[in-house]
């Protein structure tokens, strides 16, 4: 099954008092209904109670019907997500949480979902033989966060003649990355080291692309190494046991720890190839059993280019996790109908995690932690109906449509204005 990923704002929730409903339906890109459908809605936050939908678990499940619809009554007020999935479709998006919140009129909603694109190919080593077992990744090129990244969007292992299908993925410009672990390293199709020399596949909805095949490098490129150090803002002591990792402008890499800073401050990370990286704390990262936490909140980025030769001296400047508080209001001074939430997104390469974001409180006030010394777009979401963002100030300073700056702290408290007349 191919699970297809859907954000939903609050206005398309069905909710009662002390009880909330989800209902929608699930149709073809020609609008054709879906029938057979598998809808996962699953509780994020909260805990169960008695009389819920979700009395031993945390998780729903419902089928569509033969006219593609679908629905989740008595749902409690809290965070959700959905998935949906259905065979030989591709995802709409990576899952996003919900709330349902008291008081949101009902609405029904549609999700479309588009036909899958296919990639077949065959995985060979450097002497042209099959190699079994190997990893195949599609890397989607993508503009979310106001810049070019690459996700990794479906994967395959190869079978014992080195044979792989990619199914399930969404229109898109993919490159493939193949790779075996203790054989060769990782090559890009048609058989780059890296995503530079790489070309990409565009796959249309529905489309199959067959005969991408990738004869995997034994011998990689010349590798170097970043020393640096790293140490505190404003103190200037050194940050001893915090965990780094690096990732590429592309948004490559970062999943997992690069390196540490030793107990007198220094680090270094090796088998870095040519090109421009961050080398980032790390506060959390994905491992086998789940996701891992650090024992460091503090945060500290720093850009590093490396071209033919060790990077040396590079300074790592670490500083506490910041808190921004701030406030919600409307311009005409009338109460929220529906509370906002407000979402702080990094501008350019984001720390490892989930974004930061808060649902405001009743008066519109609000608090935002565990953030860095990086650029971020203000988002704020679940407004009022037929309200607009009128302005964003922080510090007395507009910043409606330009990020704020926390690279030298915080630029004191956020204001958001909103406009409950749209039209105007």
Do not use: C
């Amino acid at each position: 099954m191919v699970r297809a990923a859907v954000f939903l704002s609050a206005a398309l929730l069905a909710f009662g008092q002390g009880a909330g409903r989800i209902q929608g339906r699930v149709v073809g890109t020609n609008g054709e209904p879906l029938g057979k459908a598998t809808v996962t809605l699953t509780r994020v936050s909260g805990s169960p109670s008695l009389g819920s939908v979700f009395p031993t678990s945390r998780s729903a499940i419902a089928e569509t019907g033969s006219d593609g619809t679908f629905s989740f009554a008595d749902l409690e007020p809290t965070r959700y997500s959905l998935i949906v999935e259905r065979s030989a479709y591709a995802p709409l998006e990576r899952p996003r949480p919900f709330f349902i919140d008291p008081g949101t009129a009902p609405a029904e909603f549609t999700l479309k979902l588009a036909p899958q694109a296919v990639i077949i190919g065959r995985i060979t080593d450097s002497d042209g033989d099959p190699l079994e077992n190997a990893g195949v990744s599609a890397i989607r090129e993508s503009d979310e966060r106001n810049r070019k990244q690459w996700i990794t969007t479906g994967s395959a292992r190869t079978d014992s003649q080195g044979n792989f299908r990619i199914s399930g993925l969404p229109p898109g410009r993919y490159i493939l990355a193949a790779g075996k672990r203790n054989y060769g390293v990782t090559t890009y199709y048609p058989g780059a080291w890296d995503l530079a020399g790489a070309v990409a596949i565009v796959a249309d909805a529905g489309s199959e692309h067959s005969g991408i095949d990738i004869q995997i490098r034994r011998d990689g490129p010349p590798s170097f190494v970043i020393r640096g150090k790293a140490i505190r803002v404003p103190s200037g002591s050194v940050a001893p046991g915090q965990t780094l990792t690096l990732k590429t402008r592309d948004g490559l890499g970062g999943r997992g720890p690069a390196g540490s800073v030793r107990d007198d401050g220094s680090f270094e990370i090796k088998n870095v190839k040519a090109g421009t990286y961050v080398v980032q704390t790390l506060d959390a990262f994905s491992a086998s059993g789940g996701v891992v936490s650090t024992s460091w909140t503090d945060k500290g980025q720093v850009e590093v280019i490396v071209s033919d030769h060790d990077e040396e001296g590079v300074l790592l400047a670490i500083r506490p996790a910041m808190t921004i508080a701030g406030i919600v209001t409307m311009e005409d001074g009338t109460k929220f109908t529906a509370r906002p939430r407000v979402a702080v997104i990094a501008h350019d390469i984001p720390f490892n995690g989930s974004d930061a974001w808060v649902r405001v409180r009743e008066d519109g006030s609000f608090e935002i932690d565990g953030l860095g010394p990086v650029l971020y777009d203000v988002q704020p979401g679940n407004l009022p109906a037929g309200a607009i963002v009128r302005s964003i100030r922080i510090g007395g300073r507009d910043v409606t449509h330009t990020p704020i700056d926390l690279t030298g702290g915080s630029e004191g408290r956020l204001e958001i204005v909103l406009s409950p007349r749209a039209a105007n």
